[in-house]
């Protein structure tokens, strides 16, 4: 079963600019969160969707946003970029399910650079 | 969520078996206590997640004291792949997706 994946890997983009993220789930998966990481905050939550509908959201500005579509995949849209905004930015798809509810398996992350 | 306090670092021999503490001393009856670890420039990875009970797995052994305040990933027979970053989290079952990553524990094995 293929693994759960993003696209672009690398991007690189300019103040004020915005961009939008993709990720793919695990097939069968219907939650797909979203997590920014950079190394002076570390790993931080952003979203998570469930059935195209956003049930958790992270203390992150309104210029992050995102989507999930009917086949569960996801996008997260970042606007008006700042230097700050510089981070590896990973998704994750969990199958939701008894005991294994926060068991996320994680994408290899878009390494998004603001010049 | 409750929080969680590791070590920020751990150097292991490799063959040796690899003990990662991890305090939840403000632990609720239902948060669970999971462990993922993040290998340099990868995704993080699921290893193991427990209630009270202790568990293993392929990839490690989870003890949790009785009165659920701390516990400890237990490595059987580290490798070099194994270096990476540990993180322990707490949380209830449903979530909502939101996993509450700490500093965790930088764990090198080394040969």
């Known amino acids: 079963k293929a693994g759960v994946t993003q696209t672009p890997r690398y991007l690189i983009k300019t103040r004020g600019q915005q961009v939008t993220l993709s990720c793919s789930p695990i097939?069968?998966?219907?939650?797909v969160s979203w997590y920014q990481q950079t190394p002076g905050q570390g790993l931080q939550f952003l979203f998570e969707?469930?059935?195209?509908?956003?049930?958790n959201k992270g203390n992150f500005p309104g210029r992050f946003s995102g989507r999930q579509f009917s086949n569960s995949r996801s996008e997260m849209n970042v606007s008006t970029l700042e230097l700050g905004d510089s981070a590896l930015y990973l998704c994750?798809?969990?199958?939701?399910?008894?005991?294994?509810?926060?068991?996320?398996?994680f994408g290899p992350g878009t390494r998004l650079t603001v010049l | 969520d409750a929080k969680t306090t590791q070590p920020p670092s751990m150097d292991c021999a490799e063959g040796r078996a690899a003990n990662l503490p991890c305090n939840h001393s403000?632990?609720?009856?239902?948060?669970?206590v999971y462990w993922y670890r993040q290998i340099h420039s990868q995704g993080p990875q699921y290893i193991i997640h427990?209630?009270?009970n202790n568990e293993t797995n392929e990839m490690a052994s989870l003890i949790i004291t009785e009165d659920r305040k701390s516990s400890t990933l237990i490595l059987p027979h580290a490798t070099l792949r194994d270096t990476a970053v540990y993180y322990c989290?707490?949380?209830?079952?449903?979530?909502?997706?939101?996993?509450?990553f700490g500093a965790g524990t930088q764990v090198v094995v080394t040969p």
């Open positions: 427990g209630l009270k």
């Open positions: 969707y469930f059935s195209e509908t956003q049930r």
């Open positions: 994750a798809s969990s199958l939701v399910s008894g005991s294994s509810y926060n068991e996320q398996f």
């Open positions: 989290i707490v949380l209830p079952n449903s979530s909502w997706g939101k996993l509450q």
């Open positions: 403000t632990i609720s009856g239902n948060e669970y």
């Open positions: 097939s069968g998966h219907r939650s």
